[in-house]
């Protein structure tokens, strides 16, 4: 039966166009605004050039690593031995437990939790390790039932304990490769896949040397990664990582070694200014988490940045979950990325780029021994953030671009200081515990036991966040006068673009508002008590007022005068732009103005 259309609207008879058309399209539109094609390309932290268009000249053949199962686990993580809580979360649909609890605490907490159909992981301490161990020995639960992870790192004693719970427990995994530590500094996606696979290796040097075989050693291991706002390439490293440990089994000999992969949703992009947008980072990092492949998710409350969840927070994180799964049904696809161009190619470059990572790794001598080399790497790749970071080239929702000088402050309990805990102060804990914070202090959201290579943690909006509250500190809150031109139309758009950038550093921007004189302006400077001043207005406005209005306003009193454009030939003090210095410019004001840090 054929379609009731004329030959030319029928599908596939279009005639094809090729990739040298589009580029012909492309450029002549290129011409007009000056740009070149490289504007069009996106460059990663680890090189990668993301083109405009991927077309069946980009194909590779899918490289299907992805674990043939539905769905995957929620699970959260408790860092306070709250039964209450805990079983909350069961109720409400988490699949298994991530436990950062004491080992004393382990078999109050566990009492009435069927084991056989919530694994438990832990968090790395020995003794919780043993206990967990005899609560599985006394639970009703035939040996094959038990899954889950003791998250030991493999030496010393950790050892013996792997061997007991591989001999009473065979699909019991007994450690955890942490790969949060190097995500959590700053570091890219293929250094955080290379240092994995290093650290990985590490483990299996470690195991196969306590006697186990290279088979059992690889069934120990389970992997935890972040996941990002940033979807292919969350999805992309997923896949990637898969790839690459499939390549490390075949090198060792080991067939059909299956990647077990737990994703958390980053900490580096939470943020404390208007944490109600992590909801939407955190969101789109268990989507892409979840299509990426990973065996288990957990999702942190909106809050965690900022001190100890609460139990809407917590509720909010695991029906961020319930409804990708229940509602959405992400998990009945296998790999549905897998044959599209752009994720496939993304795939193959950032395995490519951490193979070499992890390789260089290996020739420094391992892990351990190239401690300062993988330091170094992660801190140029900061750096390099950074800068982007500074100058908004990556923005953040609510912090860099786009805050809200008005919002209420979402206030919670805070973490135990690092003087009584000996850590940092927690991100992503639970608080609702009824136990004393001395008997169970909160501990970060990574493996607060693993090593974490001497690296710092960072948030990618925390020099944003410092200036704010700084701002915050003040008597009165430092202001930045927009001196605007003429009529609200001609104006409005460079006023908008500097009152975001100078709110972004927790500046009030009063502005003059409609104005018909140089005059006029710097009578409403003069009024508004500033000290500060940023010309607003059009490019035809500054060729006929710019002059004389910089000149009115160092009248009337204005100590420092910008410029919202590139050009003038006015005497101004400086110039705010797209792509302009903007974290050194909202510093310079802070530093001009006398602010005390």
Known sequence: MELALTAEFRPNEFPSASREQWRELVDAVLRKTGASFDSLVTKTYDGIELQPLYTLDDALEPYALAPVKQGWDIRQRHAVPDPVALMNDLEGGVTSLWLAVPAASLERLLDGVYLDLAPIVLDGSVDAARAMLRIYDQAPLLADEVRGNLALTPHGEALDVIKQARSQFPWLR??????????????????????????????????????????????????????????????????????????????????????????????????????????????????????????????????????????????????????????SHLGEVIDPAAGSWYVEKLTDSLAVSAWAWFQEIERAGGLDSARSLVASRIAATWEARSARLANRSDPITGVSEFPNLGEKPVVREPAAPAAETGAEP??????????????????????????????????YAQAFEELRDLA??????????????????????????????????????????????????????????AKVAVLCGSDTSYADQAVPAVEALRQAGAERVLLAGKKTDADVDGFVYTGCPALEILNDTYGFLGVER
Not at 429 to 442: K, L, M, N, V
Request: hydrophobic share 45%; proline share 6%; with cysteine.
């Open 426 to 459: 927690a991100v992503g804990i639970d608080s609702d515990s009824q136990a004393p914070w001395g008997e169970t202090p909160p501990i970060p959201s990574f493996s607060g036991r693993s090593d974490n290579f001497g690296l710092p943690r960072v948030r």
């Open 472 to 529: 915050d500190a003040q008597p009165e809150r430092p202001q930045v006068f927009l001196a605007t031109l003429g009529p609200v139309a001609a104006h409005t758009a460079r006023a908008t673009f500097a009152a975001n950038l100078f709110n972004a550093g927790g500046f009030a921007t009063p502005n003059a508002g409609a104005t018909k004189t140089p005059e006029d302006v710097a009578q409403r400077f003069k009024e508004s008590g």
């Open 174 to 327: 007994t450690v955890v490769v942490d790969a949060l530590p190097f995500h959590d500094a700053g570091g890219s996606d293929s250094e955080e896949l290379g240092a994995s696979l290093a650290l990985a290796v590490s483990h299996l040097r470690a195991l196969t040397g306590a006697g186990l075989s290279a088979e059992e050693a690889f069934a120990q291991l389970e992997f935890r990664y972040a996941a990002t706002a940033d979807q292919f390439m969350t999805i992309a490293k997923l896949r990637a990582a898969r790839r690459l440990w499939a390549r490390v089994a075949e090198v060792s000999g080991v067939s059909d070694a299956v990647q077990v992969q737990h994703a958390v949703t980053s900490s580096a992009m939470m943020t404390r200014r208007d944490p109600w947008v992590n909801m939407l980072r955190t969101t789109v990092a268990c989507l892409s988490a979840g299509l990426g492949g990973a065996d288990a998710v957990t999702v942190q409350p909106f809050d965690a940045a900022i001190g100890l969840p609460d139990e809407f927070a917590r509720r909010i994180a695991r029906n961020t979950q319930n409804l990708l799964l229940e509602e």
